[in-house]
């Protein structure tokens, strides 16, 4: 194992106070834990926003955390659910007095301990609901889930209710364009390598030199099978078609599309995925209204990538197009 780490037990803690030193106009450590929350935190009279999960996916949470996004991350280990407790104290450390919205990704230990902070929440008198995001079309259960797995359709989330909590909407408004968007958008993913957790020190599947795994998750989790590596076009056609089977698009309705890098794959790469994307969607008569390339829900190391869309209608649309400011993503 080559990392560029100091000790496997502390990769996170480590990480999260580098975190910090570098984008102090985004972000800063709370003293409660491995929790990030935005610099300027609590807002008053504005609905905050608490997401995170295991680390290994930067630049998610933490990335989203700033203006028109996320109040704050809690980050768990690598690829391990936070605990209630630290969910807990970033309810309450970004709490504005307006209500707390959880999003969640579909995983078993995330669902539980982020609900079970929820709990604590409530009886402390913080007003706090939450949504799950299940977004990935490949399987229906999986190692880590029951139903289907949040992946980088997560960012989307994150930017539509950022975006409604910044305009001074209420709990329950912000939740209602959550769930929305959680119901139209999709992503499937593919993997050309494993990658390896720093305690662990072994990768955790393999793969031969000429084998691809479709429908992996972002953990390493299981796809939906194993086969001889394509060409770009044709792993962008598997993906996408699985997609749009799942999804129904009127000529001329509106998406936006996002082509995510697993960590280690070039962007020359995910560029070239993104023209055969682009291609078939012209061809299908769905009018692409924005499109984001880039490394925005990793798995550490892990080469390969993922395709979503999201299905759009004037108000997901207007609230995509707010402003953003976060270091990992920004809309202007």
Do not use: W
Not at 20 to 31: F, G, I, M, Q
Not at 62 to 89: C, H, K, N, W
Not at 193 to 208: D, E, H, Q
Not at 279 to 300: A, P, W
Request: charged fraction near 25%; charge should be negative; hydrophobic fraction near 40%.
């Amino acid at each position: 194992m080559k990392k560029l780490i100091n000790n496997p037990n502390f990769v996170v803690e480590d990480m999260i106070q580098g975190i910090a030193a570098a984008h102090p106009e985004y972000l800063r450590k709370s003293t409660k834990g491995n929790i990030l929350m935005r610099s300027d935190a609590p807002v008053k009279g504005k609905v905050a926003l608490v997401s995170g999960g295991g680390s290994g996916h930067e630049p998610a949470h933490a990335g989203y955390i700033g203006r028109g996004m996320l109040s704050a991350a809690v980050l768990g280990s690598v690829f391990t659910s936070p605990t209630p407790d630290q969910i807990y104290e970033a309810i309450k450390e970004v709490d504005g007095g307006k209500g707390v919205l959880l999003i969640i990704k579909n995983y078993t230990g995330d669902v539980m301990n982020f609900d079970m902070a929820k709990d604590m929440a409530d009886m402390d008198g913080i007003k706090v609901d939450s949504v799950v995001v299940n977004d990935d079309v490949a399987v229906e259960d999986s190692t880590f889930t029951a139903g289907r797995r949040g992946i980088a359709g997560t960012v989307f989330v994150h930017k539509i209710s950022g975006a409604k909590a910044e305009q001074g909407a209420s709990l329950e408004e912000v939740k209602r364009v959550a769930e929305k968007t959680v119901a139209n958008v999709r992503s499937m993913g593919m993997a050309l390598t494993p990658c390896i957790v720093p305690a662990a020190g072994n990768p955790n599947f393999t793969l031969k030199d000429d084998e691809m795994e479709i429908g992996i998750g972002i953990h390493g989790e299981p796809g939906i099978h194993r086969e001889k590596i394509k060409r770009a076009d044709d792993i962008a056609e598997e993906l996408l078609d699985k997609i749009l089977k799942d999804m129904t698009f009127r000529n001329g309705e509106e998406a936006a599309v996002m082509v995510n890098g697993m960590s280690g794959t070039p962007l020359m790469e995910l560029y070239i995925i993104n023209k055969r994307v682009n291609e078939i969607l012209t061809q299908k008569g769905i009018n692409i209204h924005r499109t984001f390339v880039g490394e925005y829900m990793t798995s550490l190391e892990m080469a390969g990538c993922s395709i979503t869309l999201l299905k759009l209608d004037r108000e997901l649309k207007e609230l995509l197009d707010e402003k953003s400011n976060t270091l990992g993503f920004k809309v202007v």
